[in-house]
């Protein structure tokens, strides 16, 4: 069912879907754009979704065909071609666009992680706030298939924020 895509980057295949929810409750129509947001994919346009077409990004995608499917709709996948370099520049640009907001709120809650330890002080231990981070960074990284350098950078950023003093609890 699902084409393969080769393992150079400026080969890649994109799934193009096309989100069909007419009369769906509003529900199912959350749980397909969450699954395809949480998943990797950039919205194109109203219904258009663009996806990244590797073994990381599939469930995303089944998941949302299931949900649309639940809700009485459907989605019609189809795979572009390595000849439609515009196409595949198009949701690069969106995904990038996408992924760097991601790594810069990141980034920036690891600043204010490494204030508050400063300071002596995190919202009921720095420990919580870390582990998300790092979940999140976790996530983020799985889904740039493009290698942004601000991705690797709200990695460092991560890194360095594990090694702050990990015993901080607010004092009242």
């Not at 194109?44 to 979704?49: D, K």
């Not at 990381?56 to 299931?66: K, Y």
């Not at 992680?113 to 919580?128: D, E, H, N, P, V």
């Not at 999140?136 to 924020?161: C, Q």
């Amino acid at each position: 069912m699902w084409p393969t895509a080769p393992d150079k980057l400026g080969s890649m295949t994109w799934l193009v879907l096309i989100v069909r929810l007419r009369g769906a409750a509003p529900r199912y129509r959350r749980r397909v754009y969450a699954a395809l947001a949480d998943g990797g994919g950039v919205a194109v346009s109203g219904g258009v979704w663009a996806i990244p077409d590797t073994v990381m990004h599939r469930p995303a995608v089944d998941a949302a065909v299931r949900h649309a499917l639940a809700g009485g709709g459907d989605i019609v996948v189809m795979a572009t071609t390595t000849d439609n370099g515009a196409s595949h520049e198009v949701f690069e640009v969106k995904l990038s666009e996408r992924l760097t907001a991601e790594a810069e709120a990141i980034t920036g809650r690891c600043t204010g992680l490494a204030a508050a330890a400063a300071a002596g002080c995190g919202r009921g231990g720095l420990s919580t706030d870390l582990h998300a981070l790092q979940r999140d960074v976790r996530r983020l990284a799985r889904l740039d298939v493009i290698g942004l350098e601000v991705v690797a950078s709200a990695e460092a950023a991560v890194a360095r924020a594990g090694n702050l003093p990990a015993a901080c609890e607010c004092r009242v």
